[in-house]
């Protein structure tokens, strides 16, 4: 499966590295395909950078050393997308959809209203409890 992880599985993985969240990015590593888009890695570069100023460079190395798949549109028509609730995420949203990611992992609330069948939007939970039998 093509599987996308938002900003703030990325900010957990990095900051507790033998936490669930981290296991479950290793399991998707080692069992699919790992996609990322621009938008994704900057807003976990920067969350991270504002509240670890100090540990910044962990991120740029955990980001720089998982093997993914860089998607990124270069325009969004926002009329061919379900309503987010925070603009910002349609980035996300319209990435997952248009490079045909299976499953969307986030932890955001600001995905909980979306309805779409592709991809499936997922809480890391969930994920772990359907796909990995923990």
Do not use: W
């Given at each position: 499966?093509?599987?996308?992880?938002?900003?703030?599985?990325?900010?957990?993985?990095?900051?507790?590295?033998?936490?669930?969240?981290?296991?479950?990015?290793?399991?998707?590593?080692?069992?699919?395909?790992?996609?990322?888009?621009?938008?994704?890695?900057?807003?976990?570069?920067e969350s991270f950078k504002n509240?670890?100023?100090?540990?910044?460079?962990?991120?740029?190395?955990?980001?720089?050393?998982?093997?993914?798949?860089?998607?990124?549109?270069?325009?969004?028509?926002?009329?061919?997308?379900?309503?987010?609730?925070?603009?910002?995420?349609?980035?996300?949203?319209?990435?997952?959809?248009?490079?045909?990611?299976?499953?969307?992992?986030?932890g955001d609330a600001d995905f909980?209203?979306?309805k779409i069948d592709k991809p499936?939007?997922?809480?890391?939970?969930?994920?772990?409890?359907?796909?990995?039998?923990?």
């Open positions: 499966m093509r599987i996308m992880i938002d900003a703030n599985v990325i900010f957990s993985a990095t900051l507790f590295r033998e936490s669930p969240i981290s296991m479950m990015v290793e399991h998707i590593i080692e069992n699919h395909t790992l996609v990322l888009c621009p938008y994704v890695i900057n807003e976990a570069k509240k670890f100023p100090v540990k910044y460079h962990e991120i740029e190395d955990y980001i720089e050393n998982i093997h993914h798949v860089m998607v990124d549109l270069n325009y969004i028509d926002e009329s061919k997308y379900p309503y987010i609730r925070d603009h910002d995420d349609l980035e996300v949203l319209a990435n997952a959809i248009e490079s045909g990611v299976d499953i969307l992992i986030t909980d209203d979306i499936r939007i997922l809480k890391p939970r969930q994920f772990q409890d359907e796909y990995m039998n923990v």
